[in-house]
Every structure is written in C-alpha cells, then in structure tokens.
C-alpha cells in the first residue's frame, strides 16, 4: 500500500493574503492527518509575491504544534545560502520539541535570482561548488561525529537529542542521487521538476547505497504535482489554473494562482499551448481511476509506493477534496 505525503509551497492564491492562504494551509494539515498522509512539508522560497513558505523551519514547528503524528519536514533547506552548523542546530531545536516528528529535505538550488542570493547571504558570494563540502558538514553535526581535523572541531549542535531526525537529499538526477547513495541519506527525485531523468535517479541511488548512521537502507520517494477531480473533465477545470501559474512563474511573472476565470479566459500562444504541454509532464490530473491509474505507473517506473504529491490550486476546498480523494485510492 503506498504512503502519502504532502509538499507545500504554500501557494498565494489571487485576491487572497498569505495569512488567509497560511490558515488554509494549517487546516489542510490537519485534514491530511485524518486521511493518513504521514507527512507534510514545506518548500523553501523567497523574494516572491505568490509562494508564503519562505522559512520552513518555522511551518515545520507552527504544523507540528496543530498535529499529533504528522512528521514534518523542509523540501528543502536550500543549503547553499547558509551555515551547515546553524541547519543542524534548528534541526536539534525541532526534534528536541517533536521527538520522532521532524525530517529535515536539504537541496543544492541556489535561492533565486543573483540579487536574492546576495541578500541571504548578506551580499557575501556563496559557491555552489561548496555544497558537497556543506552536505558533509552537516551530517557531521548532526551525528557528532566532526573529524579532529576539521575546521570546527570540537563543536557540537545543541541541543543535544536522542536521535538523528531522518535527512533527505532533494535531486533531479544522478549526481544528487549518487551523493546520496554515498552518504547513506535518503533521496527524493523531484518529478514536479524535472521527470526526464527519474528512472536513472532510482536505478543509481539504490545500487549504490551505502548505511549509514542516518539510514541503514535506501529509501526514495518522488514528488510530482497531482490534481484529482470527481470526473476528468472537472479535473481539468481545476487544473487550468495551475497551467497558466506555471507559465506565469517560469516567465518570471505574478507567482500568484490565478482563478479558474482568469484561466479560462486567457489566450494562449502557440508556444504557450506547447509549454503548457510540456509542463503537464510533471502533472497527473483526471478522475480517481485516472489519477490510480498514473500514480500506479510511476510506482513502478521508480520502482518505489512513498509518493509526495503537491497540489497548487487556486480554490483551497477543491484542494482538500483532491487530497481526500487521493487518500481513498488505496
């Protein structure tokens, strides 16, 4: 039987404030822990006008407080932007507060455009190149375990826990799955993303996983966009709004969820119309045996039944009948 889990961009629908769309997503929450979604998890982003997760650390700590056994995570600490040391400690300050309940998604993806960066790093230029080298660090932290020659030894993440909260490694292929496999973390390809390259991703991680103190076997999951509606046609209505967001946001435009109206009125070019196409890639939408049908064969393909579904819709109670209808699929 597959597991279920959520990962929330917290998007801002238009005409409403992030505080109405953050009472949604609490109440969301919620909901999916009546359904028996294990998980619920925050994306990271900033210096948008649509997406209101930027610290998710914070919705991590605000969503464990409103559920009893829903383990929340970050997807993902863009960890480029910041002290490995200052990760691990929030991570200890979680699990300390909700022992058992907390996971913690790093990602290599650098924040935003070049000037947002800046700003999170209070203008000191963060390598990319670094992030293997932060990976590492990280894991040291939260496992005790800094060399004696390291920099930092000697300093220990407070406070101190009993266990090591689960860390997760997101990727788009197989060199994020590769460092996973090597370190013995856990991996979650990012089929919302970027689908072309997930079979390899799996493939890769798996036959060259490692144990480690964070994880004695492989484990993988995918995420991917999912709408369900009660019919396919309805589905598709709904999802109409996603496609012209999605369009909106890889233009660089509002990042607001437009409205179905708005959707239904727009009109598209013929380019448009190709990436609208193209991006359904990273959809699944239809009906209950549609959506059964899709997931089934993802499963599949990656060879895995953990599934993070994402669901961006403009109307917050079709959302919640998309993931209540999700839930009675299996």
């Known amino acids: 039987m597959p597991s279920l889990h959520i990962l929330d961009q917290v998007a801002i629908p238009k005409g409403q404030t992030a505080q109405e769309t953050l009472i949604h997503t609490t109440q969301l929450a919620q909901l999916a822990e009546t359904l028996g979604y294990e998980r619920y998890w925050f994306a990271e982003h900033h210096s948008t006008r649509g997406l209101a997760s930027t610290a998710p650390e914070i919705l991590m700590a605000h969503i464990a407080a409103h559920t009893s056994t829903l383990r929340t995570g970050s997807g993902g600490i863009l960890l480029p932007q910041y002290s490995p040391f200052k990760v691990a400690e929030v991570t200890r300050q979680l699990e300390a507060l909700y022992p058992g309940r907390i996971e913690i998604g790093v990602g290599k993806s650098p924040g935003g455009i070049e000037r947002t960066r800046l700003a999170l790093t209070d203008g000191v230029h963060k390598d990319l190149s670094q992030f293997d080298r932060q990976l590492k660090d990280l894991l040291f932290y939260l496992s005790d375990s800094l060399p004696s020659g390291h920099p930092h030894a000697g300093v220990k993440a ?99 969820v437009p409205s179905i109206e708005e959707a239904s009125t727009y009109h598209y070019t013929s380019q448009e119309k190709k990436k609208v196409l193209q991006n359904r890639q990273r959809m699944i939408v239809g009906s209950k045996a549609t959506v059964k049908e899709q997931l089934l064969r993802l499963m599949d393909r990656y060879q895995t039944d953990d599934i993070m579904i994402l669901n961006n819709s403009f109307d917050p109670i079709e959302k919640q009948r998309s993931f209540k209808r999700i839930a009675e699929l299996f």
């Not at 009993?162 to 060199?175: C, F, I, K, R």
């Not at 919302?192 to 492989?218: C, D, L, M, N």
């Not at 996603?242 to 890889?250: F, I, K, S």
């Open 158 to 256: 407070s406070p101190l826990v009993d266990a090591h909260p689960p860390v997760w490694l997101l990727g788009l292929g197989e060199n994020s799955a590769m460092q996973a496999a090597e370190l013995g973390i856990n991996y979650i390809f990012g089929h919302f993303i970027h689908p072309a390259r997930g079979k390899q991703a799996f493939e890769t991680y798996r036959s060259h996983f490692s144990p480690s103190v964070f994880s004695t076997q492989s484990h993988a999951m995918f995420a991917v966009f999912v709408i369900c509606g009660e019919t396919d046609e309805e589905a598709e209505r709904i999802a109409s709004s996603t496609d012209l967001w999605l369009l909106r946001v890889e233009k660089g435009l509002d990042s607001r």
